[in-house]
């Protein structure tokens, strides 16, 4: 069974970055999409981007938009989610999830496999 482990996650000041990564073991994950999800304590699982398998297209919630940036390397079977100008409100443990497609533009349908997250606290 695939499984997917998140890292990068972190303490960082408002303002800035961090990348996470999202990997996986064996050679499937190239072939299908990617996303992102996130959830703050007391707050439902929210998603914030998914990317196809090829990387050719994506999708970002209205929230992370021009912010956060997807990208892929399946040489590597990982997945990156570049997060910059972080905000306190980006506080959360974020997950990523492969999907049952290659490509959806909808982030929230055909969910597969889901890692254990990573947490990204946003704090002064």
């Known amino acids: 069974q695939l499984q997917l482990v998140e890292s990068g996650g972190g303490l960082v000041q408002p303002g800035e970055s961090l990348r996470l990564s999202c990997s996986a073991s064996?050679?499937?994950?190239?072939?299908?999409?990617v996303g992102w999800f996130r959830q703050a304590p007391g707050k439902e699982r929210e998603w914030v981007g998914c990317?196809?398998?090829?990387?050719?297209?994506?999708t970002y919630a209205d929230s992370v938009k021009g912010r956060f940036a997807l990208s892929r390397d399946n040489s590597k079977s990982t997945v990156y989610l570049q997060m910059n100008s972080l905000k306190s409100g980006d506080t959360a443990k974020y997950f990523c999830v492969k999907y049952q497609t290659v490509w959806y533009p909808d982030c929230t349908k055909y969910l597969d496999i889901w890692g254990q997250g990573t947490q990204v606290t946003v704090s002064s």
């Open positions: 990317i196809s398998s090829s990387g050719s297209s994506t």
């Open positions: 064996g050679s499937t994950l190239p072939h299908f999409a």
